[in-house]
């Protein structure tokens, strides 16, 4: 069977260029975030970033191009260079990003809860009334792609670009930074 060269998200609804993802357990891919605009030199109009987010599934063959993708929940928070962590429990963590070329990076993250009885539907996890956005790390920012890596006891660990390191428990404590010792390098 001939494969596609190329995939993209449908015509008109989003740009995959500095989106963050991740595969789920069941073999989709999680994208999140991405480029919504982009830089225009003649108008000093900068890049921006997605709220869009797309569960892609891989397997429907019956599509042209191979594939379908199933527009979720929109992010909170426009992220351009976001980092999608799948956790333990099947939570995935859309962590850090920018909102655009011209904004600082930002220091929260939104955690995107899959639904196994609804595969085209999850929901973001709230953090208050009206709210789905988690603290970010002291000191901060996450940044662009940050560097999140899940541990074997559920943990993330966020490494880099910056000497500091921490950790987070968000299936036990969401939004809640330990910080770890710092590398004896700093900016890498």
Do not use: I
């Not at 594939?67 to 799948?86: F, I």
């Not at 990076?105 to 956005?133: I, S």
């Amino acid at each position: 069977q001939n494969l596609p060269e190329s995939l993209a998200m449908p015509a008109g609804e989003g740009d995959l260029f500095c989106a963050g993802f991740a595969w789920t357990p069941d073999g989709k891919l999680f994208v999140a975030g991405g480029t919504s605009q982009y830089n225009d030199p003649f108008t000093g109009q900068p890049y921006m970033g997605g709220r869009l987010a797309y569960l892609y599934d891989p397997s429907d063959f019956s599509s042209t191009p191979l594939g379908t993708w199933n527009q979720q929940l929109d992010l909170e928070k426009t992220r351009w260079y976001p980092t999608v962590a799948l956790m333990p429990d099947d939570t995935l963590l859309v962590l850090g990003g920018t909102s655009n070329t011209n904004f600082p990076d930002r220091n929260d993250y939104e955690a995107f809860l899959l639904d196994p009885f609804k595969p085209v539907n999850g929901q973001w996890q709230k953090n208050g009334p009206g709210q789905q956005t988690f603290a970010g790390p002291n000191p901060g920012p996450l940044g662009q792609y940050p560097r999140c890596h899940v541990m074997p006891d559920g943990r993330l660990f966020l490494t880099g670009m910056s000497g500091w390191s921490a950790t987070l428990d968000h299936a036990a404590a969401p939004g809640m930074w330990q910080n770890t010792p710092r590398s004896q390098f700093d900016f890498r």
